[in-house]
């Protein structure tokens, strides 16, 4: 599977319930709240890291506190972005997390599962 067909199946399977935000969520836009599980789900597999950005510089969006994104072989990959219209990931300090602290955060491990199971099926 390419980056591309990946990107094509993550559209298919989320909804609100494997969300961040599912009180944001819409059909129209799907990518919506899920940084953190897409970018968890192509790390494994497509390797590479992890990304973190901070958005409390932006008030719209810094409810949502941060914004993930992967480094594969050197290049960022943001599956997510289309879900802002307004900031891109390079608009963003980026650093280096694990994937434990990601996962440490109430909700995340469950999204993740359900998205993985979906993703799977």
Known sequence: ???????KRIKE???SGTSFNPAGW????PLW????VVSLLAQELFGGELVKGDLDQYPKYSYLKSH???RIDGADIDFTSEQYTDITYKDLK???????SILDYP???????????????
């Open 26 to 29: 819409t059909e129209e836009n």
């Open 33 to 36: 709240g899920h940084c953190a």
């Open 1 to 7: 599977m390419n980056k591309e067909e990946f990107l």
């Open 94 to 100: 980026g650093e280096v997390v694990s994937r434990e």
């Open 13 to 15: 399977i989320v909804s």
């Open 68 to 70: 993930f994104w992967n």
């Open 107 to 121: 909700d995340t491990p469950e999204r993740f599962k359900l998205l993985k199971e979906r993703f799977n099926k």
